[in-house]
Nanobody, 124 residues
């Protein structure tokens, strides 16, 4: 089975930067669509960035222009570069890839496999 492991979460000040990493392992990692989701306390999980196999990217309006998703295919690591972080970015961040059964549909992809999450806290 595919396993996704996120890292890089931390506590930062308003305006700070972080880079999250997601390492994929296991047979048949599916790179058709990979993405990042986040869930803040008391809120539903939301998709914030999607990278498709052809390089196409989609971002939520709340992070557009500040976050960048990329994939090192050789290392099987998905990244999320986050700039100009704001307190409202505080959440648990999860990487995800398509897989049945889909649990969330975001930007045209049915995501079904998630990592355990990494916490990002932005102090005001």
């Amino acid at each position: 089975p595919v396993r996704l492991v996120e890292s890089g979460g931390a506590s930062v000040q308003n305006g700070g930067s972080l880079r999250l990493s997601c390492e994929a392992s296991g047979y048949s990692s599916n790179y058709y669509c990979m993405g990042w989701f986040r869930q803040a306390p008391g809120k539903e999980r939301e998709g914030i960035a999607r990278l498709r196999y052809d390089g196409d990217t989609t971002y939520a309006d709340s992070v557009k222009g500040r976050f960048t998703v990329s994939l090192d295919y050789a290392k099987k690591i998905l990244y999320l570069q986050m700039e100009n972080l704001k307190p409202e970015d505080t959440a648990m961040y999860y990487c995800a890839q398509v897989g049945p059964p889909p649990r969330d549909t975001y930007a045209g992809c049915g995501f079904g496999t998630y990592g355990q999450g990494t916490q990002v806290t932005v102090a005001s």
